[in-house]
């Protein structure tokens, strides 16, 4: 198949890119490098499969030549960047959807988006199924991604519903892996930064709140099989196996053999209680569900980082830790470190 991956020089985004190339389709990723970096896709730009277009989707997207798949994986999705970009996150939720569904529609392409977990909010209903409708604010401080995958959400079975395009949609619960950047500010990589700095590992709230963390590779596997399939969704892309953030802490000094403390912090606006994927519908319908460990992905994305010492030194002071998934903490608030046994 010949596939236009948008935002496909970010962290899922050169996954998939790479994932295809393997299997032999041609890719077009195109990105404005926001968020996304050069360096994700560097390994594949000599490959003929593969072109890449730096333009913002949400201005206006062209792509010559036939398309059998467009899969639209374009937008901020840590917190800082979301912050720092808040009507951009919009727009590519909004135009930017709708410019990429335009495209899928005059090629007649199956058309994948990237939804996401947070459209669930701070969920009443646990685990999290595609039936359940979310308990999320619309005026919060993380409303601009909630309701940006919301409204693409609608907008793409408008399209379904009026024009007949072949959309597909996958909501993307927490997911990590070689790529991330040190300093995006998403638990799991500022954990390990921390760690490899020997920072004090920063938990915002007590640290009960839970999280389900799948490993890149398996989260790609389920993107790749919604490609190829023709279901509609939504469908829930994640690891069931829930965790504690206090546990993932814990699990990263563990595996990095770092001393640092675990300080806590005020709790972010809206930052969800739980969040836990019932992953049913991914393998009733697409035969999928996730193979890869917590522990074993921690351990590759420490061995990344480790390689990447640079980068990591460089982020640490600009690691947001745990308001990996809310709004600016709602008050200032002393740190109370705590020191774990050996």
Excluded at 71 to 76: E, Q, V
């Amino acid at each position: 198949m010949r596939v236009l991956i948008t935002g496909g020089a970010g962290f899922l985004g050169s996954h998939l890119c790479e994932a295809l190339l393997l299997r032999g389709d041609t890719v077009v990723c195109a990105d404005d490098l926001s968020t996304g970096r050069l360096s994700n896709i560097a390994a594949f730009t000599d490959n003929p499969k593969f072109t890449f277009l730096q333009v913002d989707v949400s201005t206006g997207l062209t792509v010559p030549g036939h398309l059998d798949a467009v899969a639209h994986l374009a937008s901020p999705a840590s917190p800082p960047d979301y912050h720092r970009l808040p009507l951009e996150t919009l727009a590519v939720g909004s135009r930017g959807t709708e410019n990429a569904l335009r495209v899928a529609e005059e090629n007649a392409a199956r058309f994948v988006l990237a939804s996401t977990s947070e459209i669930y909010g701070d969920p009443t209903v646990h685990p999290q199924n595609e039936q359940y409708w979310g308990n999320v604010s619309s005026i919060g401080p993380r409303s601009v991604y909630d309701e940006a995958k919301r409204f693409a959400e609608a907008l793409a079975m408008a399209y379904s519903r009026s024009r007949g395009v072949n959309v597909g949609i996958v909501r993307i619960f927490n997911t990590f892996g070689p790529r991330m950047r040190a300093e995006d500010g998403r638990v799991v990589s500022s954990f390990i930064a921390q760690a490899l700095n020997g920072d004090p590992l920063t938990i915002y709230g007590d640290g009960q709140q839970t999280r389900s963390f799948c490993y890149v590779d398996d989260l790609i596997r389920g993107i790749v099989a919604m490609i190829d399939s023709s279901e509609s969704g939504p469908v829930n892309l994640g690891n069931p196996i829930e965790r504690t953030v206090q546990e993932l802490a814990e699990m990263v000094l563990d595996i990095t053999g770092s001393e640092s403390a675990i300080e806590f912090h005020q709790r972010p606006v809206d930052d969800p209680a739980r969040r836990r994927p019932d992953i049913k519908l991914a393998r009733d319908l697409l035969g999928w569900q996730p193979r890869v460990s917590t522990e074993e992905g921690l351990q590759h994305l420490v061995d990344y980082f480790r390689s990447h010492a640079g980068e990591v030194s460089a982020a640490a002071g600009s690691i947001s830790g745990a308001q990996f998934e809310g709004g600016p903490a709602l008050s200032p608030q002393e740190p109370s470190a705590l020191a774990l046994p050996a």
